[in-house]
């Protein structure tokens, strides 16, 4: 219970690897629930998936007619989700790379999306200001909620899969009952900064909130109150995807990507223990491995690279 | 929950029929542990289990060695496999997971209903309980039937237990009994044709009490609550009796042989009527005595607050709930089709009852808004509270300032992995290896058919439409819903403006309210 904190104690990071297989911008980076494969998104409209032991790419996933800006993968590692430009939702299945299902339903550009963990239902959020929930078995929309009065920026279930948190540029952050689509509870709901990300704690008792005032927050969304307060980095213009980083052989993270390049890492309560520097663009999005201390990171326009840091 | 009056608008429990679910002519259904399948026996010898979040099916158990309609279903603890018992006097033990079947066994007469054992997380031993005789305790892997007695003079007074054989029938024709195990399967229950509880040893089949239920009548039904703390029993008598379980829930059989050996009467009847008064309380009896309508399928809800029973009347479908106090709360009604079976799901205010058609209802609680959602700051009062200023409230430059009490120590460590553990199972410490979902496969997209593919049944997934009211379209508060108009979408269909997932038309009329439906707005 102590305030006062030692001084920075993790080990540092260091980059291992810069993959360049992107043409475009690359949107979004994640690894799968166990670890063994990772994602990329891109504007040139593909993913592409890689093995984390040999950091080579696996399979290339091709089909969106538009930029992809989120992906998602189901529990079993098994299928992947990505949210495109072109108004739909892909399920492809990992080991063939094939699309297996398209879903279409949002009105305009969809910017994010999520397996619940027991992988039978996905959300989505998009420019039309919608949440959705889909069946993954049917493909069919099963709610669909209009939860904002701006895009939508990010919708997560949380681990029992019976809340839905979703965030938008409208400025609030709102939390949904995945069961019958109905609104529990308004967490923010100031009309400035948007709110560029919203995501559960892996124990669902707190919410990551990002907002564009270079602001990153942990919310108790029980008590409605921010608990913790993570800042140092830039975030006034894209939704950067922070992440949390549990794994089990060290210390709890909270890693984010930020405007000035860099990707930044705070302990839990809050004081910023590194800095990644390496990329050339803004740092989109980040994704910490499950279980091994490595992080990767997803670079904007200039940069177009994925890289991998993990500890000397 | 111990309200003495019941305000039924208060109570956890469902009111209007959300939605039905089809597929061929189902019988007989079981909720997992969790309540997130549904496992459904059909009349064509196949199990169907339904994703229950999302309403659609999960798995199939089916293979072509049985045909005949199912007669009862029952998941193991953790989910591994489901048993199911047949018209064609069979039992099936199948591998959830794997849809594979397990092991198969036939019987002298059909099972009535069929258990697991619920002490393991991968039993092999069941409890089947055949129309007109006595009950037994079957294992699946190495095919032996012990035959279970029914009452005293089955056994003698401390004759050896009878003998294990294959194929053994035991007892008189025609004595329909109930059977249960309590909930680590230590011992067993079963509810005799003189209205007399037995309360066995599992293992060594030894009678250790005797329970007399008042009147007398046949016991149809025996099943214990999800805690094991209450017992219920249907009987002829058409009354629906609740017993309080006074044995300790782990060491039961321990401390029912303890009791035993330590009571002080020298006959051996007068020692298990002893024993068993030291077991099972008369907690309280429901019967309709106006109506004096038998009751079918009766159980616990998922915390054991509400009884629910159905009507075995034909030609209606009603389902009656009761406070465990007693008072009656609600009766459903539904389509006039007779109910054969009930359950209620394990930790949600939903019931689940199928009717003779073959068709599965969910009942649900009527969907209210939650005003206090609209900020971060509302909050809900039940009654209206007298709002008193502070001192300083109306000051340009208050004093002091409004400090929120919400006993969260801001300085403690944050936690983010930790959860405080289920607190609605109280073993789920034992539930490492528990399967609690079953990963779906999306079935693959039908190539090329873009165009009016809308195929909008009430079967799987309907679409339902929430309106945040603070939405600038909108204009006004609360129920407003807009119209999707755009052609990329297939699955609005148009017109619908459902609020929360609802069956077709032809239930609107057997809804205990009506639904507010909010009427069409076009867009602007």
């Known amino acids: 219970m102590s305030t006062t904190q030692p001084p920075a104690a993790i080990r540092p990071y260091r980059l291992r690897k810069t993959l360049s297989s992107h043409a475009l911008a690359v949107s979004c980076v994640k690894f799968s629930n166990d670890g063994s494969l990772f994602a990329s998104a891109s504007l040139d409209q593909t993913l592409i998936v890689y093995s984390t032991q040999t950091l080579a790419q696996i399979s290339h996933l091709i089909g969106h007619s538009d930029g992809v800006s989120d992906l998602s993968w189901s529990s079993d590692s098994t299928y992947i989700c990505s949210a495109s430009d072109d108004r739909t939702l892909r399920i492809w299945l990992v080991r063939t790379g094939e699309c297996v299902k398209v879903l279409r339903g949002h009105t305009d550009r969809v910017f994010c999306v999520n397996f619940n963990t027991q992988s039978n239902l996905l959300v989505s959020g998009g420019f039309d200001d919608t949440v959705r929930v889909w069946d993954v078995k049917t493909g069919k929309a099963v709610h669909v909620i209009r939860a904002h009065t701006m895009p939508v920026t990010s919708a997560n279930f949380n681990r029992d899969g019976n809340l839905i948190v979703s965030g938008s540029h409208d400025g609030s952050c709102k939390v949904w009952d995945a069961d019958t689509g109905a609104w529990v509870k308004t967490l923010i709901d100031v009309t400035v900064p948007g709110v560029s990300f919203a995501k559960f704690s892996p124990n669902g008792k707190f919410i990551l909130v990002a907002t564009l005032d270079d602001n990153l927050k942990l919310w108790n969304h029980a008590a409605g109150k921010s608990m913790r307060s993570y800042t140092g980095h830039t975030n006034r213009v894209y939704c950067i995807t922070p992440t949390f980083s549990v794994s089990s052989d060290s210390e709890k993270l909270i890693v984010s990507g930020s405007e000035d390049k860099c990707v930044y890492l705070w302990n839990l309560q809050g004081k910023m223990l590194q800095k990644l520097e390496g990329h050339t663009d803004t740092v989109i999005s980040v994704a910490c491995h499950p279980t091994v201390n490595m992080i990767i990171s997803a670079g904007l326009e200039k940069d177009k690279t994925v890289r991998v840091w993990v500890q000397q | ?524």
């Open chain 2, 1 to 524: 929950m111990n309200a003495p009056i019941i305000d039924p608008l208060q109570g956890d429990f469902p009111e209007v029929i959300e939605e039905y679910l089809e597929r061929g002519v189902m019988k007989c259904i079981a909720f997992n542990r969790r309540g997130n399948l549904l496992a459904a026996g059909c009349s064509d010898g196949s199990c169907v289990i339904w994703d229950f979040e999302t309403r659609g099916i999960a798995k199939e158990l089916k293979d072509k060695d049985c045909v005949a309609a199912i007669t009862s279903v029952c998941w193991s603890k953790y989910g591994h496999r489901i048993l199911v018992s047949a018209a064609d006097k069979t039992l099936t033990l199948w591998d959830v997971v794997k849809g594979e079947r397990i092991a198969r066994i036939a019987l002298q007469q059909a099972p009535l209903q069929a258990r697991l054992h619920p002490g393991s997380s991968t039993p092999s031993l069941c409890l089947a309980c055949p129309l007109s005789s006595a009950p037994m305790i079957v294992d699946l892997l190495t095919e032996t039937i012990t035959v279970l007695p029914v009452s005293l003079s089955d056994t003698g007074n401390d004759a050896a237990p009878p003998v294990r054989n294959k194929f053994s029938d035991g007892s008189a024709p025609y004595t329909p009994t109930a059977a249960c195990f309590n909930k680590y399967g230590d011992l067993i229950y079963v509810g005799n044709s003189k209205g007399e509880i037995l309360i066995i040893n599992s293992i060594s089949i030894e009678i250790l009490g005797i329970v007399s239920v008042p009147g007398s009548a046949v016991i149809k039904n025996i099943v214990f609550n999800r805690s094991g703390r209450y017992l219920l029993t249907n009987s002829n008598d058409r009354t629906i009796r609740i017993y309080e379980n006074l044995l300790p829930l782990k060491g039961g059989l321990a401390a029912l042989g303890k009791a035993n050996h330590e009571s002080a009467e020298q006959d051996d009847d007068e020692k298990l009527k002893s024993a068993g008064s030291r077991s099972l309380a008369l907690f309280q009896e429901f019967q309709d005595s106006i109506t004096r309508v038998h009751w079918k399928a009766p159980c616990f809800s998922g915390d054991g607050e509400w009884v629910v029973g159905g009507s075995a009347s034909k030609g209606e479908h009603k389902i009656y709930i009761w406070d465990r106090a007693g008072h009656l709360v609600k009766i459903l009604e539904g389509p006039k089709e007779a109910l054969i079976d009930l359950a209620w799901h394990p930790i949600k205010p939903v019931v689940v009852s199928v009717s003779l058609t073959g068709l599965v209802y969910i009942w649900a609680k009527d969907y209210t808004e939650n005003w206090s959602a609209f900020a971060p700051d509302f909050k809900e009062l039940e009654e209206n509270e007298e709002y008193v200023e502070r001192e300083d409230e109306f000051d340009l430059v208050p004093e002091t300032e409004k400090v929120k009490d919400l006993g969260i120590n801001e300085d403690e460590d944050i936690d983010i992995l930790n959860t405080d553990g289920d607190s609605d199972f109280s073993d789920s410490d034992m539930s490492q290896g528990e399967i609690r979902f079953l990963p779906p496969d999306p079935c693959p997209d039908v190539p090329e058919m873009e165009d009016g593919l809308v195929v909008n049944t009430s079967k799987e997934g309907e679409i339902s439409e929430t309106e945040s009211p603070l939405s600038e379209e909108a204009g006004q508060n609360g129920h407003l819903t807009n119209h999707e108009s755009s052609p990329l979408e297939e699955d609005t269909g148009g017109m619908r403006l459902k609020r929360k997932r609802m069956p077709s038309e032809k239930f609107m009329d057997f809804e205990t309210e009506s639904i507010k439906k909010p009427p069409p707005k076009s867009k602007p």
